[in-house]
């Protein structure tokens, strides 16, 4: 009769064990999945609340007047004291009652974000994401 201690796992455990972690692994996945692009939308959120402080401190130190140009550029940067963060693209427009901007990211193709300011009751024609003034918004 042998009469051995025997060591380790059997295949069986062995199997149960790595069918958890699959079954663990494939719930897991998905949750984080969108989270890159979760990033890159607070990313744009963030540049547009950004913009919108320095547009009132650059409208409070021009009687009243916003910035507006076709890209946030090393002159707005200068005249607003405004960087968007990298890879973010902001297009800012001005229109009789205030203005409005529109952020897009390198990285997140096909998302878009935008806010408006409006001195008004009327929203701006350009925008179709943003419900309300001061209130970024993303698709």
Request: some cysteine.
């Amino acid at each position: 009769m042998q009469n051995r201690k025997r060591k380790g796992f059997t295949l069986i455990e062995l199997l149960i064990v790595v069918v958890i972690i699959g079954i663990l692994a494939a719930i897991a996945i998905p949750k984080f999945a969108n989270t890159k692009g979760k990033a890159y939308m607070a990313t744009m959120k963030g540049d547009l609340r950004n913009l919108a402080t320095a547009q009132e401190g650059y409208a409070a130190d021009n009687a009243g007047a916003y910035f507006a140009g076709t890209s946030i550029g090393p002159a707005a940067i200068a005249a607003t004291g405004y960087a968007p963060s990298t890879g973010v693209t902001v297009t800012v427009t001005q229109d009789p009652n205030g203005w409005q901007a529109d952020a897009t990211h390198a990285a997140a193709p096909g998302k878009d974000c935008e806010i408006f300011i409006q001195n008004g009751t009327a929203q701006p024609a350009g925008v179709t994401i943003a419900q309300a003034s001061g209130e970024p918004k993303c698709n």
